[in-house]
C-alpha cells in the first residue's frame, strides 16, 4: 500500500468510528414516536383490557414480582394500567365541565383537575409502563385510590411494605413520592413505574412541543394553557418525580 492509498484508508476509517457513534446516538434518541409518546398508537402494548394492557416487558416484569408477592400471601392487582390519549382526554373533559358548572373559573378548574389528572398527552400512564396497584385479598373501599388505605390499619398497608422492600430489584419504583418538597401532583403511594423503559421514553418526550400538541389535539380549556402555566406544569406535574425515573 503506498503513502496515498494509506491515508485515503486512514481518512475513511476515522470517518466511520466518527460517525458510527453519531448514528447509534440518533437511533437511540428516535426510539419512540410522537404517537407513542402521547398514547395515540404504541405497538409495543399487549393485553386486552383496561387493567391489564402493558407495555410488553413491563407486563414480564410486573408478572414475576406479582409472583414473589404471591409467595408472602399479598395479591397486587393492577387497578389502571395503558391509557390512551382519548381516555385521558374524556377524564380531562369531564371533569372540566363538572367543575365550569359548580362555579369555577377556567383557570380554577384546570388547576383543581391537575392536582391528581394529567392532561391529555402528558400522562405517564400514555407509556402502558405505568400501574397503580392495591392488594386484592380485601374488600374494595369505595374509594380506593386514597393514601390512607397505604398505611397504619389501612388495608393496603402490608402491600406497601412489600412494595417498599421489593418493587425496585422488579424495575418498579414509585413516581410521585411523599417528599414533603416535591411539587405537581400529590402523593401517590399506588402509583409505580417500570424504570427500564420509562426514563428512557421519559428522555424523548420532554423534547416534544406541548403547546403545539394541545392545539392540535384541541383540547377543551386549552385557550387558557399559558405559556407560564405549561412551563409550570412540565416542571412540577411531568419532572418534578422520584429522582430514580429521570
Same mark, same amino acid.
Given at each position: 500500500?503506498?503513502?496515498?492509498?494509506?491515508?485515503?484508508?486512514?481518512?475513511?476509517?476515522?470517518?466511520?468510528?466518527?460517525?458510527?457513534?453519531?448514528?447509534?446516538?440518533?437511533?437511540?434518541?428516535?426510539?419512540?414516536?410522537?404517537?407513542?409518546? *402521547?398514547?395515540?398508537?404504541?405497538?409495543?402494548?399487549?393485553?386486552?383490557?383496561?387493567?391489564?394492557?402493558?407495555? %410488553?416487558?413491563?407486563?414480564?416484569?410486573?408478572?414475576?414480582?406479582k409472583?414473589?408477592?404471591? %409467595?408472602?400471601?399479598?395479591n397486587?392487582?393492577?387497578?389502571?394500567?395503558?391509557?390512551?390519549?382519548?381516555?385521558?382526554?374524556?377524564?380531562?373533559?369531564?371533569?372540566?365541565?363538572?367543575?365550569?358548572?359548580?362555579?369555577?373559573?377556567?383557570?380554577?378548574?384546570?388547576?383543581?383537575?391537575?392536582e391528581?389528572?394529567?392532561?391529555?398527552?402528558t400522562?405517564?400512564?400514555?407509556?402502558?409502563?405505568?400501574?397503580?396497584?392495591?392488594?386484592?385479598?380485601?374488600?374494595?373501599?369505595?374509594?380506593?385510590?386514597?393514601?390512607?388505605?397505604?398505611?397504619?390499619?389501612?388495608?393496603?398497608?402490608?402491600?406497601?411494605?412489600?412494595?417498599?422492600?421489593?418493587?425496585?430489584?422488579?424495575?418498579?419504583?414509585?413516581?410521585?413520592?411523599?417528599?414533603?418538597?416535591?411539587?405537581?401532583?400529590?402523593?401517590?403511594?399506588?402509583?409505580?413505574?417500570?424504570?427500564? *423503559?420509562? %426514563?428512557?421514553?421519559?428522555?424523548?418526550?420532554?423534547?416534544?412541543?406541548?403547546?403545539?400538541?394541545?392545539?392540535?389535539?384541541?383540547?377543551?380549556?386549552?385557550?387558557?394553557?399559558?405559556?407560564?402555566? *405549561?412551563?409550570?406544569?412540565?416542571?412540577?406535574?411531568?419532572l418534578?418525580?422520584?429522582?430514580?425515573?429521570?
Open positions: 500500500m503506498n503513502r496515498n492509498q494509506f491515508l485515503k484508508s486512514l481518512g475513511f476509517s476515522g470517518l466511520f468510528v466518527s460517525l458510527f457513534p453519531l448514528k447509534s446516538f440518533l437511533s437511540i434518541q428516535n426510539r419512540y414516536t410522537k404517537n407513542q409518546l *402521547i398514547g395515540k398508537g404504541n405497538p409495543d402494548i399487549i393485553g386486552n383490557a383496561y387493567t391489564s394492557k402493558m407495555q %410488553k416487558d413491563t407486563k414480564v416484569a410486573f408478572q414475576k414480582m409472583n414473589e408477592a404471591a %409467595k408472602e400471601g399479598i397486587i392487582e393492577v387497578v389502571s394500567a395503558y391509557r390512551s390519549f382519548e381516555k385521558q382526554k374524556q377524564i380531562f373533559e369531564n371533569k372540566y365541565r363538572q367543575f365550569i358548572l359548580e362555579g369555577l373559573s377556567p383557570s380554577e378548574a384546570i388547576t383543581k383537575i391537575i391528581y389528572s394529567t392532561i391529555p398527552g400522562s405517564r400512564h400514555h407509556w402502558g409502563t405505568d400501574i397503580d396497584i392495591i392488594d386484592a385479598n380485601f374488600p374494595r373501599p369505595e374509594s380506593v385510590l386514597e393514601e390512607e388505605h397505604y398505611y397504619g390499619d389501612g388495608p393496603y398497608c402490608k402491600l406497601k411494605e412489600w412494595l417498599n422492600e421489593h418493587s425496585e430489584k422488579h424495575g418498579f419504583y414509585e413516581v410521585y413520592t411523599n417528599n414533603p418538597s416535591r411539587k405537581g401532583f400529590k402523593y401517590e403511594p399506588w402509583h409505580f413505574s417500570y424504570k427500564p *423503559i420509562s %426514563k428512557p421514553m421519559l428522555q424523548e418526550y420532554k423534547n416534544l412541543n406541548l403547546i403545539k400538541i394541545f392545539q392540535e389535539e384541541n383540547i377543551l380549556g386549552n385557550e387558557y394553557f399559558t405559556s407560564e402555566f *405549561i412551563q409550570k406544569y412540565r416542571n412540577q406535574n411531568i418534578d418525580i422520584n429522582p430514580e425515573l429521570l
